[in-house]
Structure formats: structure tokens, C-alpha cells
């Protein structure tokens, strides 16, 4: 049992390319998510899901995109580098219910120059 | 606007000596309240899930609390190996079938030996 396995740990992106972070869970949850963390902000959603198929914009969607073809699988697409994208990514998944907690990805660490 | 507030930002210990971390919350319906520990390097740590006012949890050193509009973070008697990043997140009513979580922007502890 692996939890959430997010790939790859580091990367480096020059200005408008484009990437795609890799993100499975194999606890069969429906919830995902995708949080980006900076200093002094904390963690914030970048975009959701409730269940395969299903997507929805957090609280920064902007220059992101999502799909979710099935439970365990939820990339996160890099459309086109900014350096404000400069971050520590972090995927997230819960089975749902009120008292249940999420478990992390160990991050993506990305900068962008 | 949901909101959560974390203080102090950073806080020093000697080992063994206790001492609480706060979680201040405005949420439109409280539909959980989850503390995190971080290590530097690392995704979160689920800790706790408080639900309603007067809940308590504990986990060995750590005793987490809830009120109407704040949680604590208790820690007793704390060893070196407590040292991380504590960060506190709510779900409110209107993210409850959403999975959606708002986080404080954490309490770094260093317990010195």
C-alpha cells in the first residue's frame, strides 16, 4: 500500500514550456486534490475532484489544468511556465466522509526560471 | 470568507517543556477541523480530525482541542523529535461535499534538547 505517489520530486522549467505532474493513489478514494504551498501563504487548492470524471476549480486554477479518467490517477498540466508557478506541489486524497482525514504526496518540487 | 489563523508563527522550546499552538477559524458551518504535521521536505501528516466544540484528541505528547471559534495544539512535555511545521485546516459547510480544505499558514516548533 503505497498512499499517494506523486512524480517526479524535482523538476526545472524554462519559461513557457509545459509539463505534466504525475499524481496515483491506491487506497481506491474518490476525493483528490492538488494544493501548492509557498512561504507565507500556506497550502492552497489548485483544483479538486470528487470522483473520476469529475473536476472543479480550488482557490489558484489559473494556468492549470486537471482530468480525472479514473480513481487512482490525477495529473496536474502545466500549460505553458510562468515563474509564479514556482512551488512545492502537493497531491491530497481522502475516501470522504466528515471525520476523514487526507493523505499527502511527499511533493513536487518545481521552479521555474 | 472562510479564514483560519495560526499563532505563533514560530515557537522554541527546551525538551520537556509544554506549551500550546492556536488555531483561530471563521467557517461558514464547521464540517472539520484537521491538524497536520510537516517535516521539512515533506508532505503533511494527517494528525487529527475534530468535528464539534469540546472534542478532544490525543496522540502520545499531542492533545488537540475545539472550541466554537479556536482549537489547541497541546503538547506535553515535548522531545526534539516533535520539531516540525504543525499546520491546522477547516471544511466548512459549503465545501463539506467537496473534499475542499482551508489551511493556516502553520506553526514551525523547534524543541531543543
Known amino acids: 500500500n503505497a498512499g499517494v505517489t506523486q512524480t517526479p520530486k524535482f523538476q526545472v522549467l524554462k519559461t513557457g514550456q509545459s509539463m505534466t505532474l504525475q499524481c496515483a493513489q491506491d487506497?481506491?478514494?474518490?476525493?483528490m486534490s492538488w494544493y501548492r504551498q509557498d512561504p507565507g501563504m500556506g497550502l492552497r487548492l489548485i483544483h479538486y475532484?470528487?470522483?473520476?470524471?469529475?473536476?472543479d476549480q480550488g482557490e489558484v486554477p489559473n494556468g492549470y489544468n486537471v482530468s480525472r479518467s479514473t480513481t487512482e490517477d490525477f495529473p496536474l498540466r502545466l500549460l505553458s511556465a510562468a515563474p509564479s508557478q514556482t512551488s512545492v506541489y502537493f497531491c491530497?486524497?481522502?475516501?470522504?466522509?466528515?471525520?476523514?482525514?487526507?493523505?499527502f504526496g511527499s511533493g513536487t518540487r518545481l521552479t521555474v526560471v | 470568507e472562510d479564514q483560519v489563523t495560526q499563532s505563533p508563527e514560530a515557537l522554541r522550546l527546551q525538551e520537556g517543556e509544554s506549551s500550546s499552538l492556536n488555531c483561530s477559524y471563521t467557517?461558514?458551518?464547521?464540517?472539520?477541523l484537521f491538524w497536520y504535521r510537516q517535516d521539512p521536505g515533506k508532505g503533511p501528516e494527517f494528525l487529527f480530525t475534530?468535528?464539534?466544540a469540546g472534542e478532544e484528541k490525543e496522540k502520545e505528547r499531542l492533545k488537540a482541542t475545539l472550541t466554537k471559534k479556536e482549537s489547541f495544539l497541546h503538547i506535553t512535555a515535548p522531545k526534539p523529535e516533535d520539531s516540525a511545521t504543525y499546520l491546522c485546516?477547516?471544511?466548512?459547510?459549503?465545501?463539506?461535499?467537496?473534499?475542499?480544505?482551508?489551511f493556516g499558514q502553520g506553526t514551525t516548533l523547534q524543541v531543543k534538547p
Open positions: 491530497a486524497s481522502t475516501p470522504g466522509g466528515e471525520r476523514s482525514g487526507y493523505t
Open positions: 487506497m481506491n478514494h474518490e476525493y
Open positions: 475532484s470528487v470522483g473520476a470524471g469529475i473536476t
Open positions: 467557517v461558514s458551518g464547521l464540517r472539520g
Open positions: 475534530l468535528y464539534s
Open positions: 485546516a477547516v471544511r466548512s459547510h459549503g465545501s463539506s461535499n467537496t473534499g475542499k480544505l482551508i
